[in-house]
């Protein structure tokens, strides 16, 4: 049900404008497309959480007209903030600089602040552990903390990545052992994030919203708040439903990334091109969605998302081949990265103990300053580990640390002397120019031209 629906509209004669095809919520009347408000409420919405997904989300309800205050429990994170110094996009950091000059935009630490928002939405981490289990660790203090804080005429609004059922278990049922019935007096719903770090092809105002509520009108009240700066937002009848919204999502993703690895495999085997191949298919204009093979997928979405299914479906004793099966390819892929490299060095008598490994670009995606979940991570210590001598550049990157692995980005690459030369990562702004001049070039991301030194994964 989209909010085109006339089910969602009110009468004719409550309409301040003519009703515009997919802007609905620009023609309602202004008691359609505000949050619920006391008097006492001195903000229209309250972030919690303002990293990747919350910072972006606080600055485009700002650009709206809301007045927003952001929590987060660092005090570092939010003096990152205030110096404008956070990972943003080019239009995002402008968002930024406007809000901190406006009396409407405020950054707390302190959780006592959200019972001074009309809105509160939850947009904190959900990882995976070493075991690929959900850390909900985060989550549930986020919500613990927003259940405590909530005051009745609330609308509670959850963004996080999780398992279905989990609005109702972390929100809605605690709400309503504190006398505070969703529906009622307050309202709560979720309404999975769509933002992509580091791609400004979309931005948030153009990627429409899916929200589902604990109850009807609690996905009325939610749908209202994201309307006025998201055109389209579709509801759907549940928050289970948005829920498992952003599951399928992120899942179709995972075993598309891991039928494109394969197939790149399957080429190399066979001594065709498989970017020849993909570019072929692509030129269908139907039934067929293009993806790229790389060497692993990193970031919160593709990597972790699946496995909240995964690990939900075990307590009901159900099983998912096709997705355990792509989860499985996505997580061998940096050990494929590693045995590649091992190949090319044989082929050359020589071993990795001991080879000189640089791997370019260490970011999880391009043009972010983003490590999470990075498979150049887990190639540089599966390297290190059989006695390889790593190192890497990165312009984005300055250090890291990752299994006790501690490295600085390489100032010139050319004196690092590298046998080989991984490509992961391929930042606009990178220069590459130095890729002429070194022994061999594993070309993971299958972005570089084929030269005599260049081989692909």
Not at 85 to 103: V, Y
Not at 216 to 233: D, F, S, T
Not at 346 to 365: F, P, Q
Request: aromatic residues 6%; proline residues 7%.
């Amino acid at each position: 049900m989209t909010l085109q629906d006339p089910r969602l509209r009110p009468p004719d004669s409550l309409t301040a404008a003519p009703r515009v095809a997919g802007r609905t919520f620009k023609a309602l009347p202004e008691m359609y497309i505000t949050p619920v408000r006391k008097t006492d409420f001195e903000f229209d919405v309250a972030i919690v959480g303002l990293g990747y997904v919350g910072l972006p989300t606080s600055l485009a309800f700002h650009e709206a007209g809301y007045r927003v205050l952001g929590l987060d429990v660092s005090e570092l994170r939010l003096q990152t903030i205030r110096q404008q110094r956070a990972d943003l996009l080019a239009g995002d950091r402008e968002r930024l600089s406007r809000a901190l000059g406006d009396s409407g935009y405020e950054l707390t630490s302190d959780p006592v602040q959200l019972k001074r928002a009309a809105a509160v939405v939850i947009a904190v981490p959900t990882p995976v552990d070493s075991y690929l289990v959900p850390d909900l660790g985060i989550l549930r203090r986020a919500c613990a903390t927003v259940v405590t804080s909530a005051v009745p005429g609330q609308l509670l609004m959850l963004t996080s990545t999780t398992y279905v059922g989990s609005t109702k278990d972390m929100l809605a049922d605690p709400l309503a052992a504190r006398g505070l019935l969703p529906g009622t007096d307050v309202h709560v719903a979720f309404s999975p994030e769509r933002i992509n770090p580091g791609v400004d092809t979309f931005s948030q105002e153009e990627v429409p919203r899916v929200v589902g509520g604990v109850t009807p009108v609690c996905g009325e009240h939610a749908a209202a708040l994201l309307g006025k700066y998201v055109p389209n937002v579709h509801v759907v009848p549940t928050a289970e439903a948005a829920e498992m919204t952003k599951l399928v999502e992120n899942t179709f993703r995972a075993v598309n990334i891991a039928l494109a690895n394969e197939f790149a495999d399957i080429c190399t085997a066979l001594g065709i091109q498989v970017m020849d191949v993909i570019d072929a298919a692509d030129t269908k204009p139907f039934g067929f969605m293009r993806f790229t093979p790389g060497p692993g997928v990193g970031g919160h979405c593709i990597p972790c998302d699946p496995h909240y299914l995964l690990w939900q479906l075990r307590r009901n004793r159900l099983n998912a081949p096709v997705i355990e099966q792509a989860m499985h390819g996505i997580a061998a892929r940096p050990h494929r990265v590693v045995d590649r490299t091992r190949k090319i060095l044989s082929d050359t008598d020589h071993g990795l103990a001991g080879a000189r490994i640089l791997v370019a670009g260490v970011a999880y995606k391009p043009d972010v300053e983003d490590l999470r979940e990075s498979p150049a991570l887990e190639i540089l210590a599966g390297l290190a580990a059989e006695g390889a001598v790593v190192g890497y550049v990165d312009p984005l990157i300055g250090e890291l640390n990752h299994e006790g692995l501690e490295l600085r980005s390489v100032t010139d690459p050319k004196m690092f002397g590298a046998h080989v030369v991984i490509m992961h990562t391929a930042h606009s702004n990178f220069d590459l120019g130095w890729l002429a001049d070194v022994p061999t070039v594993l070309d993971t991301t299958y972005r570089l031209p084929l030269t005599a030194n260049t081989v692909r994964l």
